[in-house]
């Protein structure tokens, strides 16, 4: 079967680093996505990973190591803007999304 | 529109009724899913189609049905309404089945009484 784990709740200060970790087991894999949902809104993209490594974009970044099972969400220069929950996904060998419960980050001032 | 759309916004609707969310894209995207998201849980999938003509069932399948008569177009019905389906509902899109990087709808906020 699958399952995801990822922390329920974090808080973080505005302007530092905030890590929002990801794990996983599957029987099949095709790729890890990372959504930011803000309250009340629809999911929206924020980086894929297929290959294990870092995937730099902007303030945010996301790195994979398929054989750990691991995935995290590093977001850097936190803004009050960047509360919002944020969703880990992997793609199973149908290429359908599984989807993490999701982490709610708190920014505060 | 740009995008993709749902309707409608939110709805309260007494159980046994018969109820349809309706969702439409413009990006002629092959793939669209429905989705239902509860507080605590992850997005689960109710239903999906990956071209048109097609339909498949998700983790939660039952006591929804849907349809795909083009490329635009995913409706879902709730043949007799219960309020374990009180939930936000989400429609998405992605290109093809195998790039699924998925766009979501704003989403229908469903209470059942």
């Known amino acids: 079967g699958q399952n995801i784990d990822q922390p329920t709740e974090m808080t973080a200060t505005e302007g530092a680093i905030v890590q929002i970790n990801c794990t996983y087991q599957t029987s099949g894999f095709n790729g890890l996505f990372w959504y930011q949902q803000h309250a009340g809104e629809a999911p929206t993209f924020l980086s894929y990973?297929?290959l294990d490594g870092l995937e730099e974009k902007g303030r945010f970044s996301s790195f994979l190591s398929r054989s750990k099972g691991y995935s995290y969400l590093l977001l850097k220069e936190l803004q009050m803007k960047d509360s919002a929950s944020y969703l880990c996904?992997?793609?199973?060998?149908?290429?359908?999304?599984?989807w993490g419960a999701g982490t709610k980050l708190i920014i505060k001032p | 529109i740009a995008g993709i759309t749902q309707a409608p916004t939110s709805q309260i609707l007494a159980a046994g009724r018969r109820m349809t969310l309706r969702c439409t894209q413009d990006m002629r995207h092959n793939a669209m899913y429905w989705y239902r998201q509860d507080l605590g849980l992850g997005l689960r999938l109710i239903h999906y189609s990956n071209t048109a003509g097609t339909t498949g069932k998700g983790e939660v399948p039952d006591g929804y049905s849907v349809s795909r008569a083009n490329t635009d177009d995913f409706p879902l019905t709730l043949a007799s309404a219960v309020p374990s389906q009180t939930s936000v509902y989400f429609c998405?899109?992605?290109?093809?089945?195998?790039?699924?990087?998925?766009?979501f709808g704003p989403g229908t906020r469903l209470t059942v009484l």
């Open positions: 990973n297929v």
């Open positions: 998405a899109s992605s290109a093809t089945q195998e790039r699924n990087e998925q766009f």
């Open positions: 996904a992997l793609t199973d060998s149908n290429y359908q999304l599984i």
